[in-house]
């Protein structure tokens, strides 16, 4: 049924792991302080003398499971536990709702675990086991007593920024109460040796919009927010809307001219009822590769023309999340904002004039505003979701 | 929502690629390198439902799914961890499987929202809701909503379902006008338990003997009470037609529209957490 007035919804509880910790409040001072936890991982399959920098979830969190699945399934849960403890909302509350899980790896590091033993590592492991997508997110419902419809996304890196969009409809149409979304990428070999193998990944340091990117740093990450259609406290961050749609140049490129991704940032403007004028800072997905970052620029400056507002990126500080950024790059931002300030893209030194585009480079002091985050990914896709703190 | 195309494809899994790479190339006019049987599959379903029209460029697509592109995770895998050498690009690139659904919208000049989704027994009933999601919010004219898998060659699945075992995708097209239609996709209701499902089937809202059909995760030994909640309906059995493959309640429910004229079917079906789904299908 849908409801006269479309509802209101409110990001309510929250819980990350990154590379720079497990407690949010650890996680902001890190990125008020340019922290930058990267550990360099060789290629021991293919070639160990050579190797990439990957930002991994810090080595006492993550050692406290003994194996690959039960630190895969560990954390995931430990997660969602955590953010559902923030929400302040029962198990009674949360049974009925939607939960939307957004990945890009899925649980293939389980599937790694399993070709690198010896006794289970014959040829067609996957396929003598494979049970589906959505098993994890079905796991979660299992676990937490949810009832509510599960719905798994894998639409490369904005699968958990989709899983937020579609959530935040429900609720806005009256569809659901309360949805857990998720976003969660694990370390795995496909991964890390798939994006080498597409020449992406930075052999140096993150450094997004700079003349001198080189790259893609990747990063394992989970995060789980509960969104709602009840407020809990003043301070609570609202998604106001958002957009996606489907860039048609390439399966792996967006049309650097930025068309297509401008007019979802548009369309999430519009769809939140926001002008470009009113929008206080940028989020932008900013992966550090050439074509992404020129893209993006190109983009933005189609939408707000020369005068934008404060533009910055998250993946110095943890990496490259893929499917995981939606959830993740939403709780620091808003993190961030809750605690004062407009994170910086560290790294950043050297504007490069094709892009036009000069990031944050300190700490901004930030309040009350609305924002737009953008993320952007494989097989075309493009989401904008705009939120605001304002009451 | 209203129903302006249907498709249901099967291949046996054992059939050469070849043949589905020229199947799409007449629908499209388009030769797709470096796509696998996943992409061949979802393109030719998809292109088969909008039958020769131009789809609106407002067309969402979603592709769902519960395992993806099998094959490409499998070789890429291989190429890891027997060959020992880093996986080909594209092999790569098309374990993501959303690549399928990119696909479908370059070939069909869509703008439009593009999703790649699982669930666990329920997906195709899923993409349906994301669907309506987005046509209510205006993001969206129409939709391409399709169940795709490739049959899963494990020893578990050729032992329950030996030569039964198929590639399967199926596809609606849709929209919420309903000049031209050929059916709807009337509602879609969730339950977490047996009683609370029957009862919400006792309730609804449905012609005097509607076609019952019952997905893969409901027991044989379920059925009576099903029936016996609308003693004068009909059971479509299929499951037996249509046989396995992860998009088999994608396969009954696209199925229905050819050949039931009048008709309106419940599909139920139930995950292993014991959660009910039920979908109903009106064709005109």
């Keep these: 049924m849908q409801p006269d007035v479309e509802q209101s919804v409110f990001v309510r509880g929250k819980s990350a792991v990154c590379a720079l910790g497990d407690q949010l409040d650890a996680i902001v001072a890190g990125m008020r302080d340019a922290t930058i936890n990267v550990t360099r991982i060789a290629f021991e399959i293919t070639d160990p003398e050579a190797g990439r920098p990957y930002y991994l979830m810090p080595g006492g969190y993550r050692d406290r499971w003994p194996d690959v699945e039960s630190r895969f399934h560990g954390v995931l849960l430990e997660t969602v536990e955590k953010a559902v403890a923030d929400s302040g909302l029962s198990a009674v509350d949360l049974a009925g709702a939607g939960i939307f899980l957004g990945s890009t790896s899925m649980n293939i590091p389980v599937f790694e675990a399993g070709y690198a033993d010896e006794k289970t590592g014959a040829r067609d492991y996957f396929t003598q086991t494979a049970s589906g997508f959505g098993v994890i997110a079905a796991a979660v419902a299992e676990r937490f007593g949810i009832h509510g419809p599960c719905y798994t996304f894998t639409t490369a890196c904005t699968s958990s920024a989709n899983g937020l969009l579609y959530a935040a409809s429900m609720i806005e149409q009256g569809q659901l109460e309360h949805a857990l979304v998720i976003g969660y990428d694990m370390f795995n070999l496909v991964g890390f040796y798939g994006f080498e193998s597409l020449r992406l990944l930075s052999p140096t340091v993150y450094r997004p919009f700079d003349k001198r990117r080189d790259g893609i740093i990747m990063g394992e990450a989970c995060g789980a927010v509960i969104l709602t259609a009840r407020r809990g406290s003043k301070g609570d961050f609202r998604i106001l809307g958002g957009a996606n749609a489907c860039d048609t140049a390439n399966v792996a490129l967006h049309d650097t001219g930025g068309e297509v991704i401008a007019g979802v940032m548009k369309a999430a403007m519009y769809a939140g009822k926001v002008q470009p004028d009113q929008v206080t800072a940028i989020k932008a997905h900013a992966t550090g590769s050439y074509h992404n970052d020129l893209t993006e620029a190109n983009a933005i400056r189609m939408v707000f023309g020369d005068r934008h507002a404060p533009v910055t990126g998250i993946k110095p500080f943890v990496g490259h999340t893929v499917g995981a950024g939606g959830v993740l790059e939403l709780i620091l931002f808003t993190e961030c904002i809750r605690a004062g300030f407009l994170p910086p893209t560290v790294g950043f030194q050297e504007p490069d004039k094709e892009l036009s585009i000069t990031p944050l480079m300190t700490p901004a002091p930030a309040g009350a505003g609305i924002f737009m985050l953008n993320y952007f990914g494989f097989g075309g896709n493009c989401t904008t979701l705009m939120i605001t703190n304002e009451d | ?284």
Aim: charged residues 20%.
């Design chain 2, 1 to 284: 929502m209203y129903v302006h195309g249907t498709a249901v494809l099967l291949r046996a899994p054992d059939d050469a690629q070849t043949a589905l790479v020229d199947k799409v190339r007449q629908q499209t006019g388009l030769y797709f390198r470096r796509v696998n049987r996943f992409i061949l599959l979802s393109l030719a379903g998809a292109h088969q439902c909008v039958a020769g029209r131009t789809p609106d460029p407002a067309t969402m697509v979603c592709l769902t799914t519960e395992n993806g592109s099998v094959q490409d995770t499998e070789t890429t895998l291989g190429q890891l961890f027997h060959e020992r050498s880093y996986p080909k690009p594209y092999n790569f690139i098309n374990t993501m499987s959303n690549t399928a659904a990119f696909y479908i919208a370059q070939s069909m000049k869509l703008r439009s929202p593009n999703i790649t989704l699982a669930a666990i027994q329920f997906a195709f009933e899923r993409g349906l809701e994301l669907a309506r999601t987005d046509l209510n919010r205006g993001a969206a004219e129409y939709a391409l909503v399709g169940g795709v898998d490739e049959a899963v060659l494990s020893e578990a699945n050729q032992c329950r379902f030996g030569d039964r075992l198929v590639d399967g995708s199926a596809w609606l097209y849709l929209s919420r006008h309903k000049t031209h239609a050929s059916g709807e996709i009337a509602q879609i209701r969730s339950f977490s338990d047996t009683r609370s499902a029957l009862d919400g089937y006792a309730k609804m809202d449905l012609p005097a003997d509607p076609v019952l059909a019952f997905g893969i995760g409901i027991a044989d030994a379920e059925h009576g009470q099903w029936q016996a909640v609308r003693p004068g309906s009909r059971v479509l059995d299929y499951r037996g037609r249509y046989v396995y493959s992860g998009s088999s309640a994608a396969c009954g429910i696209c199925g229905f529209f050819k050949g039931h004229e009048g008709q309106t079917l419940v599909h139920i079906n139930k995950d292993r957490l014991g959660n009910y789904t039920l979908l109903t299908a009106t064709v005109y």
